[in-house]
């Protein structure tokens, strides 16, 4: 440094020297620390806002509640009876299902003994009762023929699910896939 450098220091406040002192340390505070502070003032900024949208929230509650509590009493009377009567109409619409639901269980149930009865009778008739079950149109019989050989219906013909040939144990002729067992033996793990 030369002499005069030396002295306009020295000629300097010495508020400015401690300031000047102040910013050196400060840059080795930042270049060593610098990453750091930045994260911890970002979390700080974000906890703050998050504090105080949650501190207008409690605000403003706190200010309905004030207003709900000077609320007529009328019109709350008034709330309470319209939403008395809307649940009485919903139990009203309640029990009608519930009584058709009754209604249609006993029906079932009448059929099903009134289907009973009738295959009672027919079993004592000696006739087969899974015959009824179907409820084929009943034919009346040619005054000819005696009742035993009623005309009868024929069943439709009838494709097979599979072809002849196929067997499901040989692994032929059935698919896309086969499956073949493994080798016998110990597995060669080494």
């Known amino acids: 440094m030369e002499p005069d450098e030396d002295g306009r ?7 400015e020297q401690e300031g000047i002192r102040f910013l050196q340390n ?4 930042l270049s060593n620390y610098g990453w750091y502070l930045l994260f911890t003032l970002i979390i700080l900024y974000l906890i703050f806002q998050k504090l ?4 207008r929230v409690m605000r403003q509650r706190s200010m309905d509640a004030s207003v709900a509590s000077s609320i007529e009493p009328d019109v709350v009377v008034k709330q309470q009876e319209a939403l008395a009567a809307a649940r009485l109409r919903m139990q009203e619409e309640l029990n009608k299902q519930a009584e058709k639901y009754k209604e249609k269980l006993k029906q079932l149930e009448e059929e099903k003994r009134r289907q009973k009865i009738e295959m009672w009778e027919s079993m004592q008739e000696g006739k087969s009762y899974k015959g009824n079950a179907r409820k084929w149109p009943e034919q009346k019989p040619e005054p000819g023929s005696s009742s035993s050989s009623a005309i009868r219906k ?3 013909d009838r494709k ?10 040989t692994g032929e002729g ?4 086969s499956w073949r067992p493994g080798r016998r033996g110990p597995s060669s793990g080494g």
Not at 26 to 29: A, E, K, S
Not at 174 to 177: E, H, M, Q, R
Request: proline share 16%; glycine share 18%.
């Open 154 to 156: 024929p069943k439709p």
């Open 52 to 55: 105080s949208s949650n501190f």
């Open 174 to 177: 059935g698919g896309t896939c």
């Open 9 to 15: 220091l020295l000629a300097k406040p010495a508020l």
């Open 26 to 29: 400060t840059g080795w505070l």
């Open 160 to 169: 097979p699910l599979r072809g002849g040939g196929y067997n499901p144990l």
